[in-house]
């Protein structure tokens, strides 16, 4: 009965190549969000989107691109991979945008560009 | 810029001692703190949630906040080898997201 869950878990691939990653939640929140972990453990916030619509853009890349098609899924589209863009990439999901509200998060992909 | 510093280990504490972790914030407007706690391979899970000054009891686990002087602790009574795990402290600075530290390595030592 998995909370957040993502697709793939692992994903390897060439650099050049377009790549997405899927996430669901059914926990029925209102806000999901992409963030990004690189080697040395530092999570940061990517996207988010509130009830389909986004509410935060960080400065990301534009090969980037989150597509939320209803409030329990959102996806994160990456084109032409570089090397720096091997990472772990959670997902996460709060019930609704603000200020005290906890976020919780899927298993994560780990992603190789080679 | 808005950030959280914790410093990054890794902290060694004996079984059954208190682990104690700090984190340090950049403005004095942050209105919410999160303790998580990341084994390693896998995602961030909330251990506690603290929005007043003062300290918020949880089982073994004690969060401490000091709006005044911009820290928030965590203190795990009794440590378990279990507890071993890269802990991150997250602030939401009145925005609608948050920022993580860099996580403080935490090793329980049998």
């Known amino acids: 009965d998995t909370a957040v869950s993502q697709t793939p878990k692992y994903l390897v691939t060439q650099m050049g190549n377009d790549k997405s990653i899927k996430c669901e939640q059914n926990l029925g929140h209102d806000t999901m969000y992409w963030y990004k972990q690189d080697s040395k453990k530092f999570l940061k916030i990517m996207f988010s989107y509130n009830n389909k619509e986004l509410i935060i853009n960080e400065t990301v890349p534009n090969r980037f691109s989150p597509k939320s098609p209803d409030k329990a899924h959102l996806n994160l589209h990456i084109n032409s991979l570089e090397l720096g863009d091997s990472a772990v990439y959670f997902c996460?999901?709060?019930?609704?945008?603000?200020?005290?509200?906890?976020?919780?998060f899927g298993p994560g992909t780990r992603l190789l560009v080679l | 810029q808005k950030e959280v510093e914790q410093n990054s280990g890794p902290l060694s504490v004996p079984e059954g001692a208190i682990a104690s972790l700090n984190c340090t914030y950049s403005?004095?407007?942050?209105?919410?703190f999160f303790w998580y706690r990341q084994y390693s391979g896998k995602s961030p899970e909330l251990i506690m949630s603290?929005?007043?000054?003062g300290d918020k009891e949880d089982g073994r686990f004690t969060a401490q906040l000091n709006k005044a002087s911009q820290y928030v602790s965590l203190l795990i009574r009794d440590s378990q080898p279990s507890d071993s795990a890269t802990y991150l402290c997250a602030v939401n600075f009145g925005n609608e997201k948050l920022t993580f530290g860099t996580g403080t390595r935490l090793t329980i030592i049998p």
């Open positions: 403005d004095r407007g942050s209105q919410s």
């Open positions: 603290i929005y007043s000054n």
């Open positions: 996460a999901s709060s019930q609704r945008t603000g200020v005290g509200e906890t976020q919780y």
